[in-house]
């Protein structure tokens, strides 16, 4: 929680404008009552004077009363503003912060936390950590201003009204302890809730083409609607917790009121008092009770928020689990070697399980090369590659890009040298230009062009109602799949990496586009690595090199030709493949 209050300093200056404020406003609220009871008493009653009414007093004294309440008002204002200046920004910085460092987590990092938690913590969660900031500047001091102030001005008008506030105090924190007991286990369940809920909108609405694919609408709107009837249960249970503490409160406060009506109206009659301090002392007694349901309000802000805060410090105290290297220059990836992935006695498995996926794995791409990795489905294909940019450290042995260890480098350094290209082509809502120079900001309509050109997608783009400016949809839906794939392998070789890694990124193209964009890299892209993850054979063939895996081991590499004189599990991919064509041949 420090983590969170410390945003909070850089605008302390706006929150102290904004509590002093606040005390000028309640300083102003608890002088008016005090001239009431002057108005009661000397200038309708006329007590200390002839015995008559004093009409002036009465119009002096009330414009007084007006002036302080227009005073008293733009103080509020004013309170508000440097207020809700000040939680806002810090909530500001705060979701600024929290993005941040979700886009510097790991794989490994997004799955722990979930997407659905991500959304609800720099959202819902951000909000309840500015209601705690403003509670704590404005409410806490208007709060124990009320208090202080009216049991100092109640006692001082007559010390026998006390006995009042000290029997209703007691039960009116009574009823906040136990309704802030109660509450406070319920906001992290709530939060919990609103994640689960935030998960299963962002995977259904993702997902939407899969859901209607399979008609399972009503599933899905079941699933929904069962985690939202779990969220509603916990909301209705803080609900009626809640709905306690107002009423109990209400009961106290008018009993005080009456209290203070029948020992002041005693004193009355004996003369010991007068009417206008009676209901000063109402007024007075109002304050403080109203200023303790305020109260039993901030222990319920707080203790969401306090829930709220520890959520957002898990984000921004998370330790990253990949740490950044010391090598931090601008392009430590140059000179013939640029290019050259090794592993040396790599092993792996993902965090939290045992069961290695790679084992021992010895390998040399030279720089230049083009190289292809088969194997059959969970052999560790895509494991391997992950490696590479360091998506995920290896757990044994080392893996190295241009001579130097991968975990000595920055991850900016590196992930600008290795650049991957994923079967699932993600496009963002924007223009097929702007998702293309994502590669490269900086890139010019004549580089991008190019980019397109060589990925083979520069004739689709041109056909397309307005060429390169044409919007794509979110998630690139508007496009069909080898388009998006074309359009992301553009986006790709726009950046000129040493390294380019194709996750089995040419799978919605057909052989000849396929072909096409094969002969581009090897006439356009001689010094680049090329790392291809292929399942077609007819792809294959077109590496310098074929890297067959099988169970996370190396079986062997080679040419087509020899790979299918020594690796049997080359032959039986090449004869699968075979005799499916031969079906889908004979089927046609």
């Not at 015995?51 to 009330?62: A, F, M, N, R």
């Not at 075979?578 to 889908?584: C, H, V």
Request: with cysteine; charged share 20%; proline share 2%.
């Amino acid at each position: 929680m420090r983590t969170i209050f410390s945003y909070a300093k850089k605008y302390i200056f706006l929150a102290f404008l904004g509590a002093g404020f606040m005390v000028a406003e309640v300083t102003l609220d608890l002088i008016q009552p005090r001239m009431m009871a002057r108005i009661v008493n000397e200038g309708i009653l006329g007590v200390g004077g002839s015995g008559h009414p004093d009409i002036s007093l009465v119009i002096s004294v009330g414009i007084r009363m007006i002036l302080l309440v227009i005073a008293g008002s733009i103080a509020g204002i004013l309170s508000g503003v440097f207020v809700n200046l000040t939680a806002k920004s810090a909530g500001n910085d705060i979701r600024k912060d929290c993005f941040t460092r979700i886009m510097n987590f790991s794989f490994q990092e997004v799955d722990h936390f979930s997407t659905g938690s991500l959304i609800t913590r720099t959202t819902g969660d951000v909000d309840q950590v500015q209601q705690v900031f403003s509670m704590m500047i404005r409410t806490v001091v208007r709060c124990a201003m009320l208090f202080a102030g009216g049991t100092f001005a109640l006692v001082t008008l007559n010390l026998s009204f006390s006995v009042v506030l000290a029997v209703a105090l007691p039960l009116i924190l009574a009823d906040i302890i136990f309704i802030v007991w109660k509450t406070n286990p319920l906001f992290n369940l709530l939060q919990k809730k609103t994640d689960d809920l935030n998960s299963v909108i962002q995977e259904d609405i993702s997902g939407i083409r899969v859901v209607k694919s399979f008609v399972q609408e009503e599933r899905e709107s079941a699933r929904f609607d069962m985690t939202q009837d779990e969220l509603l249960k916990t909301q209705f249970k803080v609900t009626v917790l809640m709905s306690f503490l107002r009423p109990v409160m209400n009961i106290v406060l008018n009993l005080g009121v009456v209290a203070i009506i029948a020992i002041g109206g005693y004193q009355v009659k004996a003369g010991s008092i007068l009417p206008g301090t009676v209901m000063a002392a109402i007024t007075y007694i109002s304050q403080i009770l109203n200023g303790m349901m305020m109260l039993a309000m901030i222990f319920q802000t707080m203790s969401r928020g306090m829930v709220s805060g520890k959520r957002l410090a898990e984000i921004l105290e998370d330790k990253p689990d990949i740490e950044d290297g010391v090598l931090n220059r601008e392009r430590p990836l140059t000179g013939r070697r640029s290019g050259e992935v090794v592993f040396d006695h790599v092993s792996f498995h993902y965090p939290g399980q045992t069961q290695e996926i790679l084992r021992d794995v010895n390998l040399k791409i030279n720089s230049g090369e083009t190289v292809a990795i088969v194997g059959a489905t969970g052999c560790g294909k895509t494991s391997l590659i992950n490696l590479i940019p360091r998506y995920y450290d290896v757990t044994a042995g080392t893996v190295k890009v241009g001579g130097i260890d991968v975990r000595r480098y920055s991850k900016k350094v590196l992930r600008s040298a290795v650049t991957v290209c994923l079967q699932k082509s993600e496009l963002f809502a924007e223009t097929i230009r702007d998702n293309i120079a994502y590669g490269d900001p900086d890139a010019t309509d004549k580089e991008i062009r190019e980019a397109a050109s060589y990925a083979q997608a520069d004739g689709f783009i041109m056909e397309q109602p307005e060429g390169y400016q044409t919007m794509v949809a979110q998630g690139g839906y508007s496009l069909s799949g080898g388009q998006r794939q074309r359009v992301a392998i553009a986006r790709a070789l726009l950046r000129q990496s040493p390294v380019l890694i194709l996750d089995d990124s040419t799978s919605a193209l057909d052989l000849k586009t396929e072909a096409a964009l094969y002969q581009a890299l090897r006439e356009h892209y001689q010094g680049t690595t090329k790392i291809m993850i292929v399942q077609r054979i007819a792809s294959a063939r077109q590496a310098d090199r074929i890297i067959v895996l099988d169970n996370g081991t190396v079986e062997a590499t080679g040419t087509h030709e020899e790979l299918l004189k020594i690796s049997p599990v080359y032959r039986d991919i090449c004869e699968s493949q075979k005799k499916a064509a031969d079906t889908e041949g004979g089927a046609a």
